[in-house]
């Protein structure tokens, strides 16, 4: 065990115990180029309380941390936030090792638990809106199912005013850092912003109710701990915000152009079209799927109004990165976007319909769309260059 690796003291009574995962770059398909982190919380009242675990692998470096407050042995009480295993993928090992009194979960999270890995010891169900005395200290419990799993909790320590989060308000971003005031603030926003339109969006009806019944409730944050990222404490309220925003889907006057290209004859019409978006005064990100990845479209995508995707004809289909984009996006279901298709063949041509049909099955309105056959002419780039216009002013239209 690294004896140098130690827990850092976040309030009182309350340490985080987790672990950094620097290499990772793949997240359920969702590319992680900063990291990450799973958050762990040791708790000290009259008995300690472990809120969460780490991935399995990081089983020594959670322990470690531990080591450094107190013996892990002497945990008596567990509470899983969420039974993803990058979180409860210690959980075994830990009651195991602490053999603690009383272990504790959601409903659906106590049912997760036993199906994963037919735990011996019972997991007790917390109900939502649950107050009670753990170890002197009250703890209150909120179901947040979809947030983003169907067993995902809320834990609010009433006499820290902390609320360990589970996966909402998180990150993928790894640092020796723990806190959002330390870390650059651009950066923190932006993987804030990755993180929701990867993970939380297709969730996004339940967010907003979320935060309306959190809002009711008028509990107190000094502190938002989620299981990934830093810990919120200074941007608490800057960090709500733009989850409601986010949740809202409220479009700006931006568009994301994005394409693949086999001999740049769809590229050229891209940059046309982009020219055009421009010229009428619009936002305007373009990207390629072959520099750009997914998870990078889907975050220029949270705040933007219009969606337009080009692809040549291959095999009488997509392009096999558009068709890897399309599938991704439909699962996260975007709202209050529109939409515009394009690209170039050589002597069939299927592309465009099959990207209409994959926009208006995500709900996205197709309001133009052109193709061109093999290398674009003039002419052709100059209609690309008006379809980007016409999209800029049906923006406008949707954002006044």
Not at 153 to 176: Q, T, V
Not at 273 to 297: E, P
Request: with cysteine.
């Amino acid at each position: 065990m690294n004896q140098h690796l130690k827990a850092v003291k976040i309030s009182d009574k309350v340490y985080w115990v987790g672990a950094i995962d620097w290499t990772m770059r793949d997240f359920h398909g969702y590319q992680t180029q900063r990291g990450s982190t799973y958050n762990a919380f040791l708790v000290i009242g009259e008995k300690p309380i472990l809120i969460d675990t780490v991935k399995a692998q990081f089983r020594d470096e959670l322990l470690a941390r531990i080591s450094s407050v107190m013996d892990p042995k002497r945990i008596q009480i567990i509470i899983s936030n969420h039974t993803e295993m990058d979180h409860s993928g210690c959980l075994p090992d830990l009651i195991e090792l602490a053999k603690p009194e009383k272990v504790f979960a959601s409903p659906n999270g106590a049912e997760a638990l036993n199906e994963h890995f037919k735990i011996s010891q019972e997991i007790i169900p917390v109900k939502d809106g649950e107050t009670m005395d753990l170890a002197g200290l009250k703890f209150t419990f909120l179901e947040a199912r979809m947030l983003h799993w169907p067993d995902s909790m809320f834990s609010y320590l009433n006499d820290e005013k902390i609320l360990f989060s589970s996966d909402a308000f998180g990150m993928h971003l790894a640092s020796s850092e723990r806190f959002d005031d330390e870390l650059d603030q651009p950066v923190l926003e932006y993987e804030a912003a990755k993180y929701y339109a990867n993970i939380i969006t297709l969730y996004s009806p339940i967010v907003l109710k979320a935060l309306e019944r959190v809002s009711k409730m008028g509990i107190e944050l000094k502190m938002i701990a989620p299981d990934h990222g830093p810990i919120w404490r200074k941007n608490i309220k800057r960090v709500l915000e733009l989850y409601k925003k986010w949740a809202e889907q409220r479009p700006t006057k931006k568009a994301v152009v994005v394409y693949d290209t086999m001999w740049n004859s769809t590229g050229k019409m891209a940059k046309a079209i982009s020219d055009g978006l421009t010229s009428a005064g619009i936002s305007v990100k373009v990207m390629k799927l072959r520099d750009d990845h997914r998870s990078d479209v889907a975050t220029e995508l949270l705040d933007a109004c219009a969606l337009l995707v080009g692809s040549p004809t291959l095999n009488n289909g997509l392009f096999p990165t558009m068709s890897d984009l399309l599938t991704y996006l439909k699962g996260l279901r975007f709202k209050n976007k529109i939409g515009a298709v394009f690209g170039s063949y050589g002597w069939s041509g299927e592309a465009n319909r099959i990207l209409k049909e994959n926009l208006e099955g995500m709900k996205i309105p197709v309001t133009a769309e052109i193709q061109s056959k093999f290398v674009p002419t003039q002419e052709m780039l100059d209609q690309c260059f008006a379809l980007g216009g016409q999209v800029a002013e049906r923006i406008k239209e949707v954002v006044k």
